[in-house]
């Protein structure tokens, strides 16, 4: 099995930074493609960022200039730092690994989420 687990959500005033954090292990032979989304109230469930293997990053327009991912291949981690928040910024952040076990194909984990609330 393969466990991803994120951290570093809280509450903060708009103007104001976070990092999250999130972390996968167990049963991983290759790790692919490493993405936070956010999910506000009644609202789907929309990419943020994604960190790919070669290095590059990719971020919804909404951030751009704000958040910056960054991954730790070493760790297996993904770091998503969060600046100039907005109220909109408000919600659930989720982690998303792509990884395959050593007997299978690529999949798609999903972290349990971590809240972001962002006061005005």
């Known amino acids: 099995q393969v466990q991803v687990v994120e951290s570093g959500g809280g509450l903060v005033q708009a103007g104001g930074s976070l990092r999250l954090s999130c972390a996968a292990s167990g049963s991983i032979f290759r790790i692919g493609d490493m993405s936070w989304y956010h999910q506000s109230p009644g609202n789907q469930r929309e990419l943020v960022a994604t960190?790919?293997?070669?290095?590059?990053?990719n971020y919804a327009d909404s951030v751009k200039g704000r958040f910056t991912i960054a991954r730790d291949n070493a760790k297996n981690t993904v770091y998503l730092q969060m600046s100039s928040l907005k109220p909109d910024d408000t919600g659930v952040y989720y982690c998303?690994?792509?990884?395959?076990?050593?007997?299978?194909?690529?999949?798609?984990?999903w972290g349990q989420g971590t809240q972001v609330t962002v006061s005005s």
């Open positions: 998303n690994v792509r990884a395959r076990r050593i007997s299978s194909s690529y999949r798609n984990y």
């Open positions: 960190a790919t293997t070669d290095g590059g990053t």
